[in-house]
Nanobody, 123 residues
Framework: QVQLVESGGGLVQAEGSLRLSCASS????????MGWFRQAPGKEREFVATISWSGSREYYADSVKGRFTISRDNAKNTVYLQMSSLKPEDTAVYYC????????????????WGQGTQVTVSS
């Protein structure tokens, strides 16, 4: 059973940067594709980014492309989300997720979610 724990959220001013981390345990990390999703108040959870098992392929939502970078360290069982040029509309709870394929994880179809970390961007 995969367990995911996010960290690194906080309050940041617009145009600032934050790096989120997600530590995985309880499974073979390198066998899972990993991703980040977010949910703003009053909105549905949405896809942010995913990364393949090896880290060779990355996928991003149009809203974050060019500003966010997903990466993973299989030796540390950790996936990261580097967020730059943050905007107030990036304010949300950010969730880490693990899945068995990019196709299903991009749709948010997985049983493996972290508890979330709050990111607040002030204008």
């Amino acid at each position: 059973q995969v367990q995911l724990v996010e960290s690194g959220g906080g309050l940041v001013q617009a145009e600032g940067s934050l790096r989120l981390s997600c530590a995985s345990s309880g499974g073979t990390f390198s066998r899972y594709v990993m991703g980040w999703f977010r949910q703003a108040p009053g909105k549905e959870r949405e896809f942010v980014a995913t990364i393949s098992w090896s880290g060779s392929r990355e996928y991003y939502a149009d809203s974050v492309k060019g500003r966010f970078t997903i990466s993973r360290d299989n030796a540390k069982n950790t996936v990261y989300l580097q967020m730059s040029s943050l905007k107030p509309e990036d304010t949300a709870v950010y969730y880490c997720a693990a899945g068995l394929s990019i196709a299903t994880l991009n749709k948010g179809t997985t049983d493996y979610w972290g508890q979330g970390t709050q990111v607040t961007v002030s204008s």
